[in-house]
């Protein structure tokens, strides 16, 4: 099955730091969506997209959906000891009941 | 709101042992899925259900069987266990135009 790819796939970072990552596809998508899993928890919804060139921010993450609704991308401004885990995006086709995912991003912050 | 939740939180089971895996739901959600996750492969959908009373394939669905028994409820069956069905298992559900999905606490089965 189609899967969509995600870079960087591990990032170590300092505290404090900003972070950004991105992910593609082959496909165009109608929604991007980015969760974040922590150790021994499920996937947790942080944002949703909805319209190509959409900004859309959670505090601290921002996320942007891609003009070619084929790509979107997630900042972290500040990072902080909680952001740590690994970070899904996930894309879905009008229609389709259907996510596809991301094969993450793995960020570890380093003390 | 509980939320997804998903029972058991860890299980063991011996190759050819059967068990069935439990996922509710109070969010009033239509859809529910069910996922493994495996290392480096990301989340793969095994099954999932539309809405109530209906139920399809799909990327790995071979050795399960899934029952939606109501709208809350949707639970995913190994008949006889293998050792590559070792992973961790998460629920989903989700509702709404843009259908964003909503996760349970996961299972974590090994089978020996």
């Known amino acids: 099955g189609q899967q969509l790819n995600q870079s960087p796939q591990s990032m170590f970072i300092q505290e404090g730091e900003d972070v950004s990552m991105n992910c593609t596809s082959s496909s165009i998508f109608n929604t991007w969506l980015w969760y974040k899993q922590e150790p021994g928890e499920g996937p947790v919804l942080l944002i949703a997209?909805?319209?190509?060139?959409e900004l859309t921010s959670n505090g601290r993450l921002t996320a942007q959906f891609g003009i070619t609704r084929k790509d979107s991308f997630l900042n972290i401004s500040a990072s902080i000891p909680s952001d740590v885990g690994i970070y899904f995006c996930?894309?879905?086709?009008?229609?389709?009941?259907?996510?596809?995912f991301g094969t993450g991003t793995r960020l570890t912050i380093i003390p | 709101n509980a939320g997804v939740t998903q029972t058991p939180k860890f299980q063991v089971l011996k190759t050819g042992q059967s068990m069935t895996l439990q996922c509710a739901q109070d969010m009033n959600h239509n859809s529910m899925y069910w996922y493994r996750q495996d290392p480096g492969m990301g989340l793969r959908l095994i099954y999932y259900?539309?809405?109530?009373?209906?139920?399809d394939k799909g990327e790995v669905p071979n050795g399960y069987n899934v029952s939606r028994l109501n709208k809350r409820e949707f639970s995913l069956r190994l008949e006889s266990a293998a050792p590559s069905q070792t992973s961790v298992y998460f629920c989903a559900s989700g509702t709404g135009l843009f259908y964003e999905q909503y996760f349970g606490p996961g299972t974590r089965l090994t089978v020996t």
């Open positions: 997209l909805y319209k190509a060139g």
């Open positions: 996930a894309g879905r086709n009008f229609g389709n009941e259907k996510l596809t």
């Open positions: 259900s539309a809405s109530e009373g209906t139920t």
